[in-house]
């Protein structure tokens, strides 16, 4: 059985500001270590988040958020040493490289 609840959560904008939203959450299943379980129920008891799902979702989420970033900072590595790409930069600086001293002539 799958239920599915409204909530509001906590996000960021791309500025880093939070932001709430309403979005569509499904109950699921998922087998932790014991030992993770306990610690937990240790920090939420201690106030680390309102609930267990709170603080699994916020460090999901940041997993989640991690990778994609790991995913791009290969992107970015892998562009810095493609010498086609490379080619394309060095061109762009080259055709607007003096686009700043052509503004001010027009003055």
């Given at each position: ?26 109950k699921v299943t998922y087998s932790l270590p014991e030992d993770l379980l306990n610690g937990v129920r240790s920090v939420v008891r201690k106030g ?60």
């Open positions: 059985m799958v239920g599915i609840a409204i909530c509001a959560i906590k996000n960021y904008n791309t500025k880093g500001t939070p932001t709430m939203t309403r979005q569509r959450m499904r680390a988040a309102p609930s267990y799902s709170a603080f699994v979702q916020r460090a999901l989420a940041d997993g989640v958020n991690r990778a994609r970033e790991a995913q791009l900072a290969e992107a970015f590595l892998n562009a810095s040493q493609d010498p086609d790409f490379l080619e394309d930069v060095h061109q762009t600086l080259r055709d607007f490289g003096n686009s700043d001293d052509d503004e001010g002539r027009d003055r």
